[in-house]
């Protein structure tokens, strides 16, 4: 006959196994979703890719060059049009009375050293009054400071004196971000040896705090989502608003003044 303690202990060793059972369940459910909603984006990059190549094509009183990676082209966004990019264009527009033709140079999932090879050599084509760059987050995952350093003073060297530089955005888990740490802190020198403005886009992100992960991020766990590339855009917004407004507002003066 089993003993009253014997019974206490099976039952208690049963419930720990189903709850066990019950996690990795939960755990490989969440898992499979997860990868299911990284495919579900996937499927979105030669979209959004085409998307930015035709309205390229459209003209514009103001040229917008964005360099970047996959956040430029918006990926995690409702639309192309709600990434940082599309954001910052129509705030120029409506800020500036001036059509805007937007080049959106990025490449999903380009690393510093891609944007060298791939972006650089179409930028220098380009003659163009607004300039974002924010490039960076891919080089984290294997995080080589040397090699980020070289093509950082590589792009920033390419740059007109009026662009505006993003440093990283905030990862919020600890091991990548004393990664991110040292990136930005080599963003922010290089910028300051040429002169360029540095958006605060960590700080930015940062503020929004860990809870953002479930409030910005799309189910990727990983791009922003819509209200997420709000918040880039706030963090480039105060210094595109001081250059459109000191170097184009001057413009529509003497324009006015002609008339």
């Known amino acids: 006959m089993t003993s009253p303690t014997l019974r206490i202990r099976s039952a208690i060793a049963t419930t720990a196994a189903v709850f066990a059972g019950g996690v990795v369940l939960a755990t490989t459910l969440w898992r499979r979703d997860l990868e299911q909603q990284k495919a579900i984006l996937n499927e979105t990059l030669p979209v959004h890719s085409a998307w930015w190549r035709d309205h390229a094509k459209q003209s514009g009183e103001l040229l917008y060059v964005a360099i ?33 033709r937007v080049v959106n140079l990025s490449v999903s999932g380009a690393t510093v050293a891609l944007a060298v090879r791939d972006q650089l050599p179409r930028f220098a084509r380009l003659e163009a009054d607004l300039v974002t ?7 984290i995952a294997a995080w080589n400071p040397a090699a980020f350093e070289a093509g950082i003073r590589t792009v920033f060297a390419a740059l007109p004196p009026h662009a505006l530089v ?17 990136a930005n802190e080599i963003i922010r020198r290089i910028a300051d040896e040429h002169e360029l403005t540095v958006v605060p886009l960590h700080a930015t992100t940062k503020r929004a705090g860990f ?16 209200r997420g590339y709000r918040s880039w855009a706030e963090a480039f917004l105060p210094a595109i608003s001081a250059d459109v407004a000191h ?8 324009s006015e003044d002609a008339d």
């Open 68 to 100: 970047g990676d996959s956040a430029a082209q918006g990926i995690g966004a409702s639309s192309p049009s709600k990434s940082y990019v599309g954001v910052l264009a129509d705030h120029v527009r409506l800020a500036t009375g001036q059509t805007v």
């Open 247 to 254: 170097r184009f507002s001057a413009v529509n003066q003497v």
């Open 133 to 139: 760059v924010a490039i960076g987050a891919n080089d």
């Open 166 to 182: 993003a440093d990283l955005p905030c990862f919020h888990l600890p091991h990548n971000e004393v990664k991110v740490a040292a």
């Open 211 to 226: 809870r953002s992960i479930l409030t910005h991020v799309a189910r990727d766990l990983f791009h922003p989502n819509d």
